[in-house]
């Protein structure tokens, strides 16, 4: 959390300039233009896309602020205010900030700037336990605990159950915390998994991800319903049956029937509750929860009391074969009524009626003896060593217990419906396949951001929770039901060996029944979340406009419910429901999950090994490595649980990446024979052109600017140093010079300095390119080399050049006016610019500095490059350890303590750790200092302009320079010609004293007293004045705060429209910077380098 301190600066010096008064304000005349580059906001443009708008002043801002004067302390800037606000300006706009929520009616409210400015947002209020871990909790835990599980334990014995339950939680904790790591970097809106992969990974993955995570969320919907219907059919209200079994080999076909006609019933009545309203929907939800909690304990309640008392199933055994319970009515071949031994209901169903013979009987019930067991021996009977192990069963199997005796005779076929048999067969990687919807559910909570308070600290803290409070129940019920539980009735999917009871509603307490109704209830709740999600998702895609054939999906009500989406999620689940077995649906629901967070660790190991700049999430223990492993466990379990349903899923997938590239847009695939390098180059070059990078993958890719002196050394090395720090071998980066002649004649010059760069950035570890301009002019060199380095969107979009040293001492005004000149062509090219100043006190790659502050000086807002430099810096090892301090001003109308709550919600938002300062700096009169200090800029300006050399001592001067440089003529980066140099004849100039040039001179010192006293009563500048004042207090506030840091980092003023004033702007920013050991100044290119957004 960012540290906050409010310190007020007094004016050290008061002065009784009265006169200076009328300079205090200055009216500020707004042009009312909206600014082109509309960069970063959270509103939406027509194809779904979130547009980036500026968070510079806009119309309706400019308009509110038409009668405003400009501060006196921000003189400096008043030029560029309307397109670099104050920094309280930008605050206060991004108050107004807030995360779209779930739904599309919100969603289509972002798209409209009236909608948003008319509807005030609800504040999200929801914490961890109630937005992110409870329903994430109701999402994970489901029909296959349930329905499934002891069956899973009985088929694949504890030790195996326990391997399917590891490898299945496992991938889905490393999935959270890669999708906690793109959650917290940044705000989320709705749309999940989509948002997180289409906005990390583009559109065509987003788009590919997207549908399979639709798909598997409609089919859990129908594998929800499936289960809520056997629920019903088999243990609430059987007789509810339509169709019935003819004989015994058809009960399968008649129960499927059953499933597909009740459950299309089922999804249709869901349907008409969602379409209805949501509202209740999500008031039910805390209902179903309670009865998932409800089961759960009772689970538990039971085994723990099966220690002492274990509940009465006794279970009916035929030699070592499981008998269908509900056949008869007592456990014995024979029974006696009054003294009289007769034949028992079990005897009739394997004999013939009335025959006690035996002759007449099924030959395995002859010679085998009828035993019953206990179904539930209890916690403490060791029943778990006969668990342990597996006994995987193919279809039709009958159960047999191994442990009792049993003679092996032919059964008649007619009485096989008596035994408890097998419905399909079984492996270990089916069974991973059936298992692994019961864990997923994951992605609740990052669907819910937009309602969470904090969503960047609740989203990893409630996931991870949620998943490890799953994996206990699953890990501990696994072995409950292997210690509880007899192995056959385990094995017994459907209960029949213990009269038609739900097989883990035995184990419970105090009745079945409580696990019959609340599984019931807890299905038909996941079912409704499903139904009420998947059609949300379907239309955040189809308003993203990827996928053409899907853009009417995303239209709806006049609310905003996705009806179309709706209707098409509905079809799409009953060709599940018509499946109609919930072995089947499960695999392939499991299909389209483990795709969707294959995709998410995918994200995060890419986001995470390339480091762009936008990636700082708060969420910090995360790896490459993990998301690696989880990746690789998402595909594992793909193919281990069936390879064909995994081959379809990444067909489909497959498919989809390629039709949406296919329509975004014509590519050309490059020449085969030229090589798979140049290939790729070319397409990556070709696809990097379609327009400019978004916001959050906006890097500083440099063009450094070079000077050579006259031998062609690097002058000012440090500069690349500086550079590679800042880099760290990322992005872009084109070291650039310039040899003044001509082409023809400096070839070999151009080509040796080439070299000497090359060497310099191989020594100081800079990984880019090399480029030098030969010109007749160094300042036409410097804007050719702004104009044209760089290849297709492979272009430079920040400067970097050294400050233009001795500007003061040397009489020759070229270096500062190529300086102010290069800074005017970045700022008319929309080009970032850096000036290191002092950079021969820049620190070394070796030298790493163990503590000390990089201080940020935030005083008007040009698009967040002050924000973003330190944490590039900041990644770098010399750097690593320095602490971010932001420092703001707060001006006379300004609240510093709203600036401060402001600055701490945008700066949690950018996921930045820093101390921030604010510095009220109040309204004073002008020092006598910041007078005599501009009076004396003035004064040397005018002597420099009066002092004009005769155009003879002109014309030898440029012959001593021409001479001195006939070997190398290399020009300074930061000088050049003002005007076309005289060529001067190659014999000396003979100087001829006449008598008008004698009078001329005699005159010339006759008025040198005049022009002194004309000096002596100028006056200085209004405009001047106040310029110098903001200079003046501006430096006495930063050295006061940061003399001792490392680095100061501060915004740049521009140069004045008037080119007049260019010579005063130099020594505004000498004083701007004086006593400060490192100074980066720095300017924005105008649009937007930095976002809250993921």
Known sequence: MPHFTVVPVKDQAQSNYDSLEGINWVDYRDTGQDCPDHQDSVSSDGHGNHKEDSPFLNNADAASKKNDFYDRNLALFEEELDIRPKVSSLLSRLVSYTNITQGAKEHEEAESAEASRRKTPKSPNMGTLMGVYLPCLQNIFGVILFLRLTWIVGMAGIMQSLLIVLMCCSCTMLTAISMSAIATNGVVPAGGAYFMISRSLGPEFGGAVGLCFYLGTTFASAMYILGAIEIFLKYLVPQAAIFHATDTLGSDSAMLNNMRVYGSICLSLMAVVVFVGVKYVNKLASLFLACVIISIVSIYAGAFKSMTHPPEFPICMLGNRTLVRDRFDVCAKTVIKGNITVPSQLWERFCLPGNMSGTQCDDYFIQNNVTEIQGIPGLGSGIIRENMWGDYQQKGEILEKAGLQSVDAHGAMENFGMYVSADIATSFTLLVGIFFPSATGIMAGSNRSGDLRDAQKSIPVGTILAITTTSLVYFSSVVL????????????????????????????????????????????????????????????IA???????????????????????????????????????????????SMFFLMCYLFVNLACAVQTLLRTPNWRPRFKYYHWALSFLGMSMCLALMFISSWYYAIVAMVIAGMIYKYIEYQGAEKEWGDGIRGLSLSAARYALLRLEVGPPHTKNWRPQLLVLLKLDEDLHVKYPRLLTFASQLKAGKGLTIVGSVVQGNFLESYGEMQAAEQTIKNMMEIERVKGFCQIVVASKVREGIVHLIQSCGLGGMKHNTVMMGWPYGWRQSEDPRAWKTFINTVRCTTAGHLALMVPKNVSFYPSNHERFTDGNIDVWWIVHDGG??????????????????????FTVAQMDDNSIQMKKDLATFLYQLRIEAEVEVVEMHDSDISAYT????????????????????????????????????????????????????EAPPEKVQMTWTREKCEAERRNRNNAPENFRELMSLKPDQSNVRRMHTAVKLNEVIVNRSHDARLVLLNMPGPPRNTDGDENYMEFLEVLTEGLERVLLVRGGGREVITIYS
């Open 481 to 540: 039901f292997g210690s509880c539980i007899e192995g056959v009735v385990l094995r017994d999917k459907f209960g029949d060996a213990v009269r038609k009871n739900l097989v883990v509603g035995t184990l419970s307490w105090p009745s079945p029944w409580v696990i019959v109704i609340g599984s019931f209830f807890s299905t038909v709740g996941a079912g409704l979340q499903s139904l009420t999600g998947a059609p949300r998702l379907l239309q955040a």
């Open 543 to 589: 308003k993203d406009n990827i996928i053409p054939f899907l853009r009417v999906f995303g239209h709806g009500k006049t609310n905003g419910e996705p009806t179309w989406a709706l209707l098409l999620t509905g079809l799409i689940a009953e060709l599940g429901i018509l499946i109609a077995s919930l072995d089947m649906v499960a695999p392939i629901l």
């Open 865 to 886: 490059m002050l924000m973003l430099l330190p944490f590039l810096l900041k990644l770098h090892k010399v750097w690593r350890k320095c602490k971010m301090r932001i």
């Open 931 to 982: 007078y005599e200090r501009t009076l004396m800029m003035e004064q040397r300006s005018q002597m420099l302009r009066q002092m004009r050399l005769s155009g003879a001592e002109r014309q030898r001067e440029a012959q001593l320079v021409k001479d001195r440089h006939s070997l190398v003529r290399m020009g300074s980066l930061y000088s050049d010609e003002e005007e076309e140099v005289v």
